[in-house]
């Protein structure tokens, strides 16, 4: 009902983080997927594989940290200069960092069943090449604007790539795809004209890919001062957002801007030094804003690891879960 825009008893609800030691196998990842569903009671659950699996597809060389306390460690990136791009090579969704995410997927969606909605986590081509050159937002941005030719191919390749292990993902039980645009949709980083132009093609081409198969997909944009009507150029059945970035709209602005359902609502920055009681009041006032209508109570992004389990189960309870 909330992704239709109508109002359900009350809002679907879910949240998402890191668990940086299960990450590096299938099995772990599926499992610890599987016990924080059943414990919190997800109504849906967004699949949080590592995120460096996406440059490791394209030969980015990544370490797990020694205690499974941190985020992996960049040892060795794809593009060290303008000339490397030309060396990003072409690859399908069976490499074994995209094969793991597939394998966890399918483990989970085995394991919960067909009343649990399972998506898979998808980055947008940008999003990878930013991770390519070292996790370095800005000088992928820049990049795209004087590289060229070799970087648009590049795009092109990764993109095919992303289209890939989409399918595969829907393929093995996902309900839809968190895609996920990290930043470049941002005033911060590109003009609306320079992603239209350069950025937004290859996102397209991702998400046509699954569009006809996938009746749960979710656009996230992730970032402060988002061109948010930039969604209205891409195919999705809700869209992600923080509404407590500098300049992003409300819940109900948002809904009202692209006609669509909303995820969101909880501000995953302060979930691990708030209170239980202001994460409640968090979930209370975005069902407010909605009037809980085409709402999917959920954090603006990740929530980190080192949040407290009674501010985890608050989001729960701020629905009536």
């Not at 414990?39 to 597809?57: I, S």
């Not at 699954?210 to 402060?224: D, E, K």
């Not at 209170?275 to 709402?295: H, I």
């Amino acid at each position: 009902m909330a992704l239709a825009l109508e109002r359900p008893d009350r809002p679907p609800v879910a949240w998402w983080g890191h668990t940086y030691r299960e990450e590096w196998s299938a099995r772990d990842l599926a499992a610890v997927t599987i016990d924080r569903q059943r414990r919190f009671g997800w109504d849906f659950v967004k699949l949080q594989p590592r995120a460096c699996c996406f440059a490791q597809a394209f030969g980015s060389r990544y370490e797990p940290s020694p205690d499974g306390t941190a985020a992996p460690r960049l040892v060795g990136p794809v593009v060290e200069g303008p000339g490397d791009w030309s060396g990003v090579p072409a690859a399908d969704a069976s490499v074994p960092a995209l094969a793991d995410q597939v394998e966890a997927l399918g483990r989970v969606v085995e394991a919960l069943g067909p009343q649990v909605p399972v998506l898979q986590t998808v980055f947008s081509p940008l999003t990878v090449a930013g991770y390519l050159v070292g996790e370095d937002r800005p000088r992928a941005a820049s990049a795209l604007r004087s590289d060229g030719r070799k970087m648009r191919e590049a795009l092109e390749r990764i993109a095919d790539t992303l289209a890939d292990f989409a399918v595969r993902s829907i393929g093995a039980g996902a309900a839809g795809v968190f895609y996920a645009i990290s930043g470049y949709a941002s005033a911060d980083l590109l003009s609306p004209k320079e992603y239209e132009r350069l950025a937004l093609p290859h996102d397209r081409r991702v998400l046509e890919a699954v569009s006809a198969s996938a009746w749960f997909t979710v656009l996230h944009l992730c970032g402060p001062r988002l061109h948010f009507d930039l969604g209205a150029e891409l195919p999705s059945a809700a869209v992600s957002w923080s509404i407590h970035e500098p300049g992003n709209p409300s819940l109900a602005e948002g809904r009202s801007r692209l006609g669509r359902a909303v995820m969101g609502g909880i501000d995953h920055r302060r979930m691990p030094r708030t209170s239980p009681q202001d994460v409640l009041e968090q979930g209370r006032a975005a069902v407010e804003d909605t009037d809980g209508v085409g709402l999917l109570l959920a954090p603006g992004c990740s929530v980190p690891p080192e949040t407290p389990e009674a501010n985890l189960q608050a989001v729960m309870e701020s629905v009536g879960r």
